[in-house]
Antibody, heavy 117, light 107 residues
Framework: QVQLQESGPGLVKPSETLSLSCTVSGGTISSYYWSWIRQPPGKGLEWIGYIYYSGSTNYNPSLKSRVTISVDTSKNQFSLKLSSVTAADTAVYYC???????????WGQGTLVTVSS | DIQMTQSPSTLSASVGDRVTITCRASQSIGTWLAWYQRKPGKAPKLLIYQASTLESGVPSRFSGSGSGTEFTLTISSLQPDDFATYYCQQYNNYPRTFGQGTKVEIK
């Protein structure tokens, strides 16, 4: 059974960079697309972007200038960096796998990141 | 971006009820639609993909239908484990977009 687990600081200061990792267990990170999604309090789900195991990426244009997603196949892990954060970036961040049918079939439980000084 | 609109936002129902949730896309997405269930503190769960294909392990009381711009998720007989929030998502275009969610509450 594939499992995903997000990790990283729960509190980030304004203007700094939010950094999260997602560790994949029970399966290989190879041959799939790996996504980040977030949900601000009281708002809907927002797709941030994905990375293919080979390293190719696709980002939401609304965040593209601030987002970097990377992959480390040796650690079965992929990561999110979001720069110049503001309070509007406070959200529960999820990592997920996009299956061959392009739906998100495995998700992490989510991690709350608060942007505050 | 393709806008996804779910209705209703909240639904009160009893165990055994038939429940239908609607999702509308701002432009045609074919059948590139998925439905997810989310419970507090748990990972979201894929229920349906390609508008009507049941994910492995998902109870058959869940079904999906529709194409183009209008889609429905139906729970044929609501069970206690089904009280949760449900989201639709289009994957016809990038960026992927989600509906705002439908919370199914106990009546």
């Amino acid at each position: 059974q594939v499992q995903l687990q997000e990790s990283g600081p729960g509190l980030v200061k304004p203007s700094e960079t939010l950094s999260l990792s997602c560790t994949v267990s029970g399966g290989t990170i190879s041959s799939y697309y790996w996504s980040w999604i977030r949900q601000p309090p009281g708002k809907g789900l927002e797709w941030i972007g994905y990375i293919y195991y080979s390293g190719s990426t696709n980002y939401n244009p609304s965040l593209k200038s601030r987002v970097t997603i990377s992959v480390d196949t040796s650690k079965n892990q992929f990561s999110l960096k979001l720069s110049s954060v503001t309070a509007a970036d406070t959200a529960v961040y999820y990592c997920a796998r996009e299956n061959t049918a392009l739906a998100l079939d495995y998700w992490g439980q989510g991690t709350l990141v608060t942007v505050s000084s | 971006d393709i806008q996804m609109t779910q209705s209703p936002s909240t639904l009160s129902a009893s165990v055994g009820d038939r429940v239908t949730i609607t999702c509308r896309a701002s432009q045609s997405i074919g059948t590139w639609l998925a439905w997810y269930q989310r419970k507090p503190g748990k990972a979201p769960k894929l229920l349906i993909y390609q508008a009507s294909t049941l994910e492995s392990g998902v109870p058959s009381r869940f079904s999906g239908s529709g194409s183009g711009t209008e889609f429905t998720l139906t729970i044929s007989s609501l069970q206690p484990d089904d009280f949760a929030t449900y989201y639709c998502q289009q994957y016809n275009n990038y960026p992927r977009t989600f509906g705002q969610g439908t919370k199914v509450e106990i009546k």
